[in-house]
């Protein structure tokens, strides 16, 4: 009964639990332990001196704030646009997850599935797009963006933000490692190649869109160098500049800058903790991809 998946999985519990109470087991894990700390308190300090008083903040130092007060997130909403930040933030990432994951999808199935003249020039392409850095382009990319008058303008943040190519490799591996019989069937009952993209392949990759739409989301979101070259008013600023504008303008006010990066990060946060899974696996497809 070697092979009987219940002895295997209580045989591995076993081993596990062996491990976990060994020196090494015991160590290894206290080891984890304090990493995990030394990265969380950052995180934790913010949050607990964003509900300090100003005053407080330079006066008193402890893991815990003696009078909690929420008055730095109430200065953030109301004597800043963080409405209109978080709005502006919204629309762009939104704007660029959809753009990105379906042009990336049509260009990974054309590319895996379709032949066609300089089919190969394209891939090898978007294979050497990662020799070169998105940042060495922004100088282009405001030369152009100011050529055509688009600055300060929602479609001036999203289209350079539109180039992904790891989102086209994934794609295209992924159709690669489909049946050919599948497009074969389709197209013998006179489905034409957008019909099988989108009835056939693109619903058996629903998980791969999901963790790629996550991903793309936040890094769109957490995006700060080209929309802080864009954005030339204030209205138009993402949360990420505006956090850095709303700096500049409280000076030494420890508590309601951090206030303001709280409620800026907390959209990506909510996202990694409700999809966690799926952003795992984006970011394992894109590692073995760079890889």
Known sequence: MSGDPTTRDTSQSTALSHLTRSPAGILLTLLTLICAAIWFFPIYWAI?????????????????????TLSGYIFAIVNSELPIWYLNSTIVSVSVTVLVVF????????????????????????????????????????????????????????????????????????FDGLPKEFREAAVMDGATELQVFLRVFLPMNWGVTTALAIITFIGAWNSFLWPFLVAQDEKMMTVTVGVSAVQDAYGVAYGRVLAGAVLASLPVALAYLFFQRRVTQAITLSAGIKG
């Open 48 to 68: 607990i001196t964003s509900l300090r008083s100003d005053q407080a903040t330079v006066q008193e130092f402890g893991m815990l704030p003696t009078e909690p």
């Open 103 to 174: 042009m990336s999808a049509c260009t990974g199935f054309a590319i895996s599935q379709l032949r066609f003249p300089g089919r190969m020039v394209l891939w090898w392409t978007i294979l050497t797009s990662f020799m070169v850095p998105i940042t060495a382009l922004i100088v282009n990319h405001f030369i152009i963006i100011a050529g055509v008058k688009l600055l300060n303008t929602h479609i001036g943040m999203i289209l350079p933000m539109l180039l992904s190519p790891v989102t086209v490799i994934v794609y295209k591996q992924f």
